[in-house]
């Protein structure tokens, strides 16, 4: 099989030397796209997804920098090469400290780029995309999301311990995965602990292990999860419920890479990277005393923060639609799909529980659909009656004219020259707006005459008394 090109992000107006720029890297393998300014630029980056951003700067000093600081406010990870005829000392250092890999003058040396390209790209060696095995269970078309993706590649290929923050639902747990099956640990084990599960007399055990007799109930010897995990990876899911008495022996663990099974008399060496994973604020529970600051700086390495689902609406299609998948097949509905208006219920909607809600919102939606078409009533329904958005204009004012309409009538009984004149319209006139809401005057004539009446303004007009 092929191996993918790179995309690298070309911004520059000169089309001259975006034409021998281009050559050059397709030469060298690369795939190009182009964006002559910062707003295209931008747009490319989160629609064509580039591994790396080589840019002209547009003037000098701060100006020429600000292109610099919008895409790396875009995409933080993205990898920015620079190519300038107004370059300085002091620009140089300040695109530096900025964050650019390189800051290389024109007329460029085509060998000098291909070198800087090659060094940025060095910390990414799986090829980027929804292709990469440790990111297929990962659905996402989000900037946000691939920025947090890119950061998982890199920080992958070392052996840094990481804290994943976001909030509850979001899927942490899946981001601590796709760390472990990205790194050079993949074929070693992966295990997981959620702190809030563990009772706090049973933590130091499931850690650490235990030796028969170690206390009551102990009948045999048991390794616990740092040697389950030996060079591979554990995870302590929501580190921050962490109990204090158990806070001091894990920095102990980790700082000598070795654990001591309760009741055990030598410790026995262990080879683990830890990823935590936490909704909460750590620095306010240390501010508490209620974490352990050097536990925090042992864990905290590296900081991956996963956006909420409502910052990354793009994606709710795209997940709502897998996991209708998943529900099809389990339940034999092979032609199981969402309504569109359910699918635009689904976007609008707050998401409190992010990724997590959304799965349970469609499953109950489709528990109690009853043909094939979910729609988007029982959407609304699975999300406890919470308005998708702010209905739109037109939509409202439908609302507003459809139920005006229907007071009036109560109010006349169903006589349209009445409701005609306390509305200020025409009989003719008033007649269109009841055709255009499938309205009929002898649907609030009286409970007998709806009863007998065929709805529709034909038979209400026939119906209708003569005023006087």
């Known amino acids: 099989m092929s191996r993918e090109r790179p995309r690298v992000l070309l911004i520059d107006d000169d089309r001259d030397e ?15 796209v182009v964006a002559a300014t910062l707003k295209t630029a931008l ?30 406010t875009a995409a933080p990870s993205l990898p920015v090469i620079v190519l300038t005829a107004h370059g300085t000392i002091p620009d140089a250092v300040d695109a530096i400290k900025r964050g650019v890999i390189e800051f290389l003058p024109k007329p460029f040396d085509g060998q000098a780029v291909l070198t800087a390209l090659s060094e940025a790209l060095r910390v990414l ?72 599960a563990i009772p706090e007399g049973l933590f130091e055990s499931e850690l650490f292990g235990h030796r028969r007799g170690a206390f009551t109930g102990a009948t045999q010897d048991r390794i616990g999860l740092f040697q389950s995990a030996d060079r591979g990876t554990l995870l302590l899911d929501e580190v921050g419920d962490m109990p204090g008495a158990i806070q001091g022996k894990l920095l102990r663990a980790l700082g000598e890479g070795a654990v001591r099974a309760v009741g055990a008399n030598e410790a026995v060496k262990v080879d ?66 969402l309504a569109t208006e359910a699918t635009e219920h689904l976007i609008g909607a707050p998401w409190p529980g992010n990724v997590r809600q959304l799965q349970n919102v469609v499953e109950q939606a489709a528990a109690l659909a009853v043909g094939d078409v979910i729609s988007a009533e029982l959407v609304r329904r699975a999300l406890g009656g919470v308005p998708a958005s702010l209905t739109p204009l037109d939509e ?11 007071q009036i009538l109560k109010i006349t009984e169903g006589n349209v020259t009445h409701a005609a004149r ?40 026939a119906n209708e008394p003569s005023s006087t």
Request: charged share 25%; glycine share 6%.
């Open 125 to 196: 060696p799986t090829a980027s995309g929804s292709t990469a095995p440790w990111r297929s269970d990962i659905l996402t078309r989000s900037p946000l999301m691939e920025d947090v993706l890119a950061q998982v590649e890199r920080v992958a290929a070392t052996d840094a311990n990481v804290c994943i923050l976001g909030p509850s639902g979001s899927g942490k747990e899946l981001l601590a995965r796709a760390i472990h099956y990205a790194s050079r640990r993949a074929r070693a084990p992966y295990v997981a602990v959620n702190c809030t």
């Open 272 to 337: 683990v990277r830890i990823v935590s994973a936490t909704h909460r604020k750590l620095e306010e529970r240390i501010a508490a005393r209620a974490f352990r600051e050097d536990l925090y700086y042992r864990l905290n390495v590296v900081t991956l923060t996963l956006p909420a689902l409502a910052e990354r609406r793009e994606d709710i299609p795209l997940l709502a639609k897998h996991f209708l998948a998943r529900l099809a097949a389990r339940y034999e509905r092979p032609r199981l799909e």
């Open 396 to 406: 409202a004012r439908r609302g507003f004219e459809r139920d005006y309409l229907v």
């Open 43 to 72: 747009v490319q980056i989160a629609v064509a997804r580039p591994r790396a951003v080589i840019t002209d700067l547009p003037g000098q000093g701060a100006e020429g920098l600000a292109l610099v600081d919008a895409v790396q």
């Open 18 to 32: 975006v034409q021998l720029l281009s050559s050059r890297l397709h030469a060298a393998g690369y795939e190009v």
């Open 422 to 461: 306390l509305a200020r319209r025409n009989r003719t006139e008033f007649y269109r707006l009841l055709d255009r809401h499938a309205l009929a005057p002898s649907m609030f004539k009286g409970e007998r005459g709806a009863a007998a009446a065929t709805p529709g303004p034909e038979r209400g007009r």
